[in-house]
T-cell receptor, first 110, second 114 residues
């Protein structure tokens, strides 16, 4: 089955710093999705990407669909304490299944 | 007016017991899911129903049985609970059948089997 490798596994940063994380796939994806899970809650969709090379922003978040269609990147600028959580990349697997990466745990020190 | 609500939020029980988790969505979506999140936070799909029809049934023990009385509800019944069943279980829904669909998740049920 398709595998998504997300890195880094965890990040500890200071408030105000920029953050980058990425996701790579063993196969080509037609869609990349980025979700965020706040502590004690379910994941929430942040950004959806549908075209190779696409760059999409949502406030301080920017995500890119890699040209090879096997990777995607998420950047967070000027981090704030409420950015803490787990960030998951996801892509469509076979038979309607959404495959999730293993997540990047972000901690922001005020 | 929570979009996807699941109950209970916490469930602590003894090994061997049978328990159920309930899920309801008020978004008018056609598809509902159960995901399991283990202690390493890995999210893995268990089941999916589209208009009350089972469309995804991953390799899970048959002690787990989903039931969808209507397209707004998807419950999860677990028989003979084992220690390894301890995890957070998330219900989710989407408009279409999944894949590239936007998923709306509930806030999770933390199951602890003692």
């Amino acid at each position: 089955g398709q595998q998504l490798n997300q890195s880094p596994q965890s990040m500890f940063i200071q408030e105000g710093e920029d953050v980058s994380m990425n996701c790579t796939s063993s196969s080509i994806f037609n869609t990349w999705l980025w979700y965020k899970q706040d502590p004690g809650e379910g994941p929430v969709l942040l950004i959806a990407l549908y075209k190779a090379g696409e760059l999409t922003s949502n406030g301080r978040l920017t995500a890119q669909f890699g040209i090879t269609r096997k990777d995607s990147f998420l950047n967070i600028s000027a981090s704030i304490p409420s950015d803490v959580g787990i960030y998951f990349c996801a892509g469509p697997g076979s038979n309607y299944k959404l495959t999730f990466g293993k997540g990047t745990l972000l901690t922001v020190n005020p | 007016d929570t979009a996807v609500s699941q109950t209970p939020k916490y469930l602590v029980t003894q090994m061997g017991n049978d328990k159920s988790i309930k899920c309801e969505q008020n978004l008018g979506h056609d598809t509902m899911y159960w995901y399991k999140q283990d202690s390493k936070k890995f999210l893995k799909i268990m089941f999916s129903y589209n208009n009350k029809e089972l469309i995804i049934n991953e390799t899970v023990p048959n002690r787990f049985s989903p039931k969808s009385p209507d397209k707004a509800h998807l419950n999860l019944h677990i028989n003979s609970l084992e220690l390894g069943d301890s995890a957070v279980y998330f219900c989710a829904s989407s408009h279409g059948k999944g894949g590239i669909e936007k998923l709306f998740f509930g806030s999770g049920t933390q199951l602890s089997v003692l």
